[in-house]
């Protein structure tokens, strides 16, 4: 089984800060996603990605596959951004068996 | 909004009791997994269902089942709740297994007293 570990697990910022959240897994994967939890539960995906980089809006995902490693970056960071970001693998088989394996997520607050 | 819709958002049961969670799915989602997190904790998976059949199925006990039908929709069962299946349970599909987009819903927050 992947172990899927985030960094850190609380951070608090200012707004117009820069963000970055970093996920790290044991065993090669095929793609990670990276996910936001607002309170009261639902899931956003935010991307998912096996190379390189990605851009949505102020959201950056990149990925290191050599390293098993994942950053995801808010630029300009605003207090609606304040959530639970999560990354999560899929399994080591590409197929249902394990299910995607979710790091314990990374608790957001952006301050005014 | 991920076009997936999970009832009830909440519902209390008490120990003993038997609940029944429902997803839709978009239209061509042919694979449904279902999560179940506990508070502070990240989602665990429960099981995937494929066109209708279990095809993964991660460490839960058997009183946790499942179906899904062919209008992409789906039941997460739960017997002889205990107090620890208090939980968010999460459903979320996808077009193509692990390795495509996923789309969850809103989840059922479940409380068993």
């Known amino acids: 089984k992947n172990e899927v570990e985030q960094s850190p697990q609380n951070l608090t910022a200012q707004e117009g800060e820069f963000i970055t959240i970093n996920c790290s897994y044991s065993v090669g994967i095929s793609a990670l996603h990276w996910l936001q939890q607002h309170p009261g539960g639902g899931i956003v995906s935010l991307f998912m990605?096996?190379?390189g980089k990605k851009k949505h809006g102020r959201l950056i995902a990149t990925i290191n596959i050599q390293e098993k490693h994942s950053s995801l970056h808010i630029t300009a960071s605003h207090p609606r951004d304040s959530a639970v970001y999560i990354c999560?693998?899929?399994?080591?088989?590409?197929?249902?068996?394990?299910?995607?394996?979710f790091g314990k997520g990374t608790h957001l607050i952006i301050q005014p | 909004e991920t076009g997936v819709t999970q009832s009830p958002t909440h519902l209390i049961k008490t120990r003993g009791q038997q609940v029944t969670l429902r997803c839709s799915s978009q239209s061509g989602h042919n694979t449904v997994s279902w999560y179940q997190q506990a508070l502070g904790q990240g989602p665990q998976f429960i099981f995937q269902y494929y066109r209708e059949e279990e095809n993964g199925r991660g460490n839960f006990p058997p009183r946790f089942s499942g179906l899904q039908f062919p209008n992409y929709s789906s039941e997460l069962n739960v017997n002889a709740l205990e107090l620890d299946d208090s939980a968010l349970y999460l459903c979320a599909s996808t077009t193509s297994g692990n390795s495509g987009e996923l789309f969850f819903g809103e989840g059922s927050r479940l409380t068993v007293l």
């Open positions: 999560a693998v899929p399994p080591l088989s590409g197929g249902g068996a394990d299910g995607l394996t």
């Open positions: 990605l096996s190379s």
